[in-house]
């Protein structure tokens, strides 16, 4: 299937492509039903030098930008895996390397690209202020060369597979600061050494295969070094990496849209009902061919934000738009593909209903469709602020 994308970054793709080879649907499938973590293919991500894409070579890495991490996760989710085991390390990383000090990125950086160490946790999300991010409640309160940690978080994926989390914390009380945006800190968190001491954690069975947990703060004692940048500034810190993710989380939805696009195209071309292929009906033909144009519409708008992103142009406009398109479409494939397959669709060997699963989760996070509609109302249409 010829794509919007298809021929750039050849190399990466088809590298990527190979790799992918040797982890079929039944592996995805079995860590899928034993709700397993893709140890063996994120191990081997990491062996090929992928996790490490955006790590400068100056410390081990390829020195590559957001464009080609997000070339590399959409081809995981083209080719059946699924990217959320392992892509908290290509939206952290910029967080680091963008903000961190000389001394923090000589301490993680090459530990990271060896795969010594995993930065793949990102813990911003708290249970009782949801989306409203400035409302957190968890504090890091600076105790002379230390910081001290108290709150709650929930959904923190990955904390059992990494080393490493990048937290945010309020340093200042809200009632203290002029804009609620203020008074916010992000910090490098060693997670083995958090749980021995202070940091609890409760996993959250969930509709997808997808390590995610609550997470304790009692008193939680570290380093004042692992402050990222200036105390106060964090939101702005923290927007680096949830723009990254939103960019990279469209490459996914995309790869997952081809994904689905290519399997029902296959499907009801060969599956014969009334004595002719069920493909040859336009019902069937038409919300395929609708979703492929959304699919490759959203592509466009990806390329476009990793571009801004990569050039260290504002792009939060661009990275939740992409977001919105692509996770759209990829959940409109999704729903033609099962549809299509019939009963069939539902059955785990086919793959589709865990496929779909997956790509679900996309309209409500890393951020829902609602908010990404309010912030294009009031940021880039000026509307009013409606909260
Ligand atoms: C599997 C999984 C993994 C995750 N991993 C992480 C992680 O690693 N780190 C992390 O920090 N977070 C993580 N999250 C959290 C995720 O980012 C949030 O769930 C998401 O941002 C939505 O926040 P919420 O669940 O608090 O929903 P709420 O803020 O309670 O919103 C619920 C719904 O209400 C609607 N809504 C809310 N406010 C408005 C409004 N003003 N206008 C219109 N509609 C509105 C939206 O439709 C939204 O979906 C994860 C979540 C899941 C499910």
Redesign the pocket.
Same mark, same amino acid.
């Given at each position: 299937m010829q794509t919007i994308g298809y021929d750039r970054f050849q190399d990466i793709r088809d590298a990527v492509r190979a790799l992918c080879a040797e982890f079929p649907d039944e592996y995805h499938r079995k860590i899928d039903e034993q709700r397993g973590y893709p140890e063996e293919f994120v191990e081997a991500l990491t062996r090929a030098g992928w996790m490490a894409a955006l790590i400068p070579e100056e410390y081990g890495g390829s020195g590559l930008g957001l464009t080609e991490a997000t070339v590399i996760m959409e081809e995981i989710n083209r080719a059946g895996g699924n990217s959320?085991a392992c892509h908290?390390q290509m939206y952290n990383m910029n967080t680091l390397i963008r903000h961190g000090s000389a001394e923090q990125r000589q301490t993680y950086l090459p530990r990271i690209a060896t795969g010594e160490l995993r930065l793949q946790?990102?813990?911003? *999300?708290e249970?009782t202020?949801? *989306?409203?991010t400035t409302k957190i409640k968890t504090t890091a309160i600076r105790k002379g060369d230390r910081y001290v940690i108290n709150g709650q978080?929930?959904?923190?994926?990955?904390v059992q597979h990494s080393d490493l989390m990048i937290l945010l914390a309020r340093t200042t009380p809200l009632a203290e600061v002029k804009k609620k945006s203020e008074g916010l800190s992000i910090f490098i968190v060693d997670i083995r050494e958090a749980m021995k001491s202070g940091m609890t954690v409760r996993p959250i069975p969930?509709m997808?295969n997808?390590e *995610?947990n609550e997470l304790f703060f009692d008193n939680l004692e570290i380093p004042a070094g692992n402050l990222i940048g200036e105390e106060g500034q964090g939101f702005k810190y923290i927007l680096t990496g949830l723009n990254a993710e939103r960019t990279l989380i469209a490459a996914e939805c995309i790869g997952d849209g081809y994904w689905f696009i290519d399997r029902v195209t296959k499907y009801v071309s060969e599956r014969n009902v009334f004595g002719r292929p069920i493909g040859q009906n336009q019902g069937v033909q038409f919300p395929i061919a609708e979703s492929f144009i959304e699919v490759e519409a959203a592509n466009l708008m990806r390329y476009e934000a990793a571009r801004l992103y990569d050039a260290h142009q504002p792009c939060g406009a661009q990275a939740n738009m992409a977001k919105y398109l692509a996770a759209k479409a990829s959940w409109e494939a999704a729903n033609a593909c099962l549809q299509f397959h019939g009963g069939f669709g539902f059955a785990c060997e086919y793959d589709v209903e865990r496929k779909f699963r997956e790509t679900r989760?996309y309209q409500?996070?890393?951020?829902? *469709?609602?908010?990404i509609l309010?912030y294009v109302a009031e940021h880039v249409l000026g509307l009013p602020r409606?909260?």
């Amino acid at each position: 299937m010829q794509t919007i994308g298809y021929d750039r970054f050849q190399d990466i793709r088809d590298a990527v492509r190979a790799l992918c080879a040797e982890f079929p649907d039944e592996y995805h499938r079995k860590i899928d039903e034993q709700r397993g973590y893709p140890e063996e293919f994120v191990e081997a991500l990491t062996r090929a030098g992928w996790m490490a894409a955006l790590i400068p070579e100056e410390y081990g890495g390829s020195g590559l930008g957001l464009t080609e991490a997000t070339v590399i996760m959409e081809e995981i989710n083209r080719a059946g895996g699924n990217s959320g085991a392992c892509h908290g390390q290509m939206y952290n990383m910029n967080t680091l390397i963008r903000h961190g000090s000389a001394e923090q990125r000589q301490t993680y950086l090459p530990r990271i690209a060896t795969g010594e160490l995993r930065l793949q946790s990102m813990g911003v *999300t708290e249970p009782t202020t949801g *989306t409203d991010t400035t409302k957190i409640k968890t504090t890091a309160i600076r105790k002379g060369d230390r910081y001290v940690i108290n709150g709650q978080k929930v959904w923190i994926s990955r904390v059992q597979h990494s080393d490493l989390m990048i937290l945010l914390a309020r340093t200042t009380p809200l009632a203290e600061v002029k804009k609620k945006s203020e008074g916010l800190s992000i910090f490098i968190v060693d997670i083995r050494e958090a749980m021995k001491s202070g940091m609890t954690v409760r996993p959250i069975p969930n509709m997808v295969n997808h390590e *995610t947990n609550e997470l304790f703060f009692d008193n939680l004692e570290i380093p004042a070094g692992n402050l990222i940048g200036e105390e106060g500034q964090g939101f702005k810190y923290i927007l680096t990496g949830l723009n990254a993710e939103r960019t990279l989380i469209a490459a996914e939805c995309i790869g997952d849209g081809y994904w689905f696009i290519d399997r029902v195209t296959k499907y009801v071309s060969e599956r014969n009902v009334f004595g002719r292929p069920i493909g040859q009906n336009q019902g069937v033909q038409f919300p395929i061919a609708e979703s492929f144009i959304e699919v490759e519409a959203a592509n466009l708008m990806r390329y476009e934000a990793a571009r801004l992103y990569d050039a260290h142009q504002p792009c939060g406009a661009q990275a939740n738009m992409a977001k919105y398109l692509a996770a759209k479409a990829s959940w409109e494939a999704a729903n033609a593909c099962l549809q299509f397959h019939g009963g069939f669709g539902f059955a785990c060997e086919y793959d589709v209903e865990r496929k779909f699963r997956e790509t679900r989760l996309y309209q409500v996070a890393p951020i829902s *469709t609602n908010l990404i509609l309010s912030y294009v109302a009031e940021h880039v249409l000026g509307l009013p602020r409606s909260f």
